[in-house]
């Protein structure tokens, strides 16, 4: 898995990895504060954290039950070890709680927006600290783990059928986005290459407030893929490739690529012109997704997240993952907006050009 990376590294200047270090290391925002890295960490390490209750409950602090019940399940578990000796549990417990320490570091590197969605990798260390307290405790004393063959393959087998009918249940009505995505830039790509000079160089920006640039991307690859020479600022060189980075003053044309409400504003400027457009929704489906917008903005309001209305139209993660999450109505008219897809148009600007449709 690390090798296309590492040969990367080794060939490039600057590599994927040197990139990737740069990026977290000297970032253009600053960390969060303390304080929210250690509610991060305390609504995650708890009895009824997310792990258990799922991504869209937020779990409060207050309760001795949360995270004062897990730190003390551990210690309870810790004690049960040292009376009773057992050597592969502790070991177990104290790589578990190691690991837990360096996620609690690496929390506490999070810049700029905090979104749930980037530590569900806690789920995993939560989940491992519970299962091995839970053995040494139910079983009342460390035993080896080659004991009880019968009783841990069964567990092990209840586990499995658990966890798959759960998985079954949660992704049975799921719809993956990539259709939609792929239909737009399918749309887009026709028009875009009656508009464009196989000879010139374009260098692509996005501006996307719904789907985290996936229309963006789709429509360089698909460019790329036609001959045509694009390439994305350097911010974008991890996800990009280092090869496909362009400087503004090296290329012909600027194209930003646009979704959703922005493109009204992007009309209005006169350094953008607009040369193709796409949008994948019916007529019953674009009024369908300006009540959704309404009724989202109003639910925000409601329930004290006025912070978030911008959220709607400036780039960003999706409203779905937003910190603490959204009242489940809400959300659930996000989800909504977001798999009705949304309108794409390109525009083309002169390389230098002033564009002010997407200042802050």
């Known amino acids: 898995m690390w090798s296309a990376p590492i040969v990367d590294q080794m060939r490039r200047v600057p590599g994927n990895l040197t990139i990737l270090r740069e990026h977290f290391t000297t970032p253009d925002e600053p960390y969060i504060a303390l304080s929210l890295a250690a509610r991060i960490v305390t609504s995650q390490y708890n009895v009824l954290g997310p792990w258990l209750l799922g991504p869209h409950v937020h779990a409060s602090n207050d309760s001795w039950l949360r995270w004062p019940g897990f730190v003390t399940m551990v210690a309870i578990t810790v004690w049960a070890i040292r009376r009773g000796r057992g050597a592969v549990e502790r070991r177990l417990l104290l790589l578990t709680n190691a690991v837990i320490c360096v996620g609690v570091l690496s929390v506490t590197r999070i810049f700029g927006p905090y979104y749930e969605y980037t530590i569900r990798w806690f789920w995993v260390l939560a989940v491992m600290n519970v299962v091995l307290c839970l053995r040494v405790l139910l079983r009342g004393r460390p035993t080896p783990f080659l004991a009880g063959r019968r009783m841990v393959a069964l567990a092990s087998l209840s586990s499995v059928a658990l966890v798959g009918s759960t998985t079954f249940q949660a992704v049975e009505g799921l719809r993956l986005p990539g259709a939609t995505d792929s239909r737009i830039v399918s749309m887009l790509a026709p028009q875009l290459r009656e508009e464009l000079d196989p000879a010139d160089r374009y260098l692509i920006r996005m501006y996307d407030p719904y789907t985290l640039n996936a229309t963006g991307f789709g429509t360089l690859l698909e460019l790329g893929r036609s001959g045509y020479e694009v390439g ?23 194209l930003w690529v646009v979704v959703g409400q922005p493109i009204e504003r992007a009309r209005l400027d006169p350094n953008l012109v607009e040369i193709a457009s796409a949008d994948p929704r019916s007529n019953s489906e674009q009024q369908r997704a300006i009540e959704l917008v309404a009724a989202i903005r109003s639910g925000l309001e409601r329930t004290g997240r006025d912070d978030l209305v911008a959220s709607l139209e400036r780039p960003g993660a999706s409203l779905v993952f937003a910190e603490p999450p959204l009242q489940p109505d809400v959300a659930d008219d996000v989800r909504d907006l977001i798999r009705l897809g949304q309108p794409v148009s390109v525009f083309r600007a002169e390389p230098g050009a002033k564009v002010t449709a997407f200042d802050e």
């Open 232 to 254: 994305v600022d350097l911010y974008f060189a991890a996800a990009a490739l280092p090869h496909r980075v362009m400087r503004e003053e090296d290329v012909d044309s600027v």
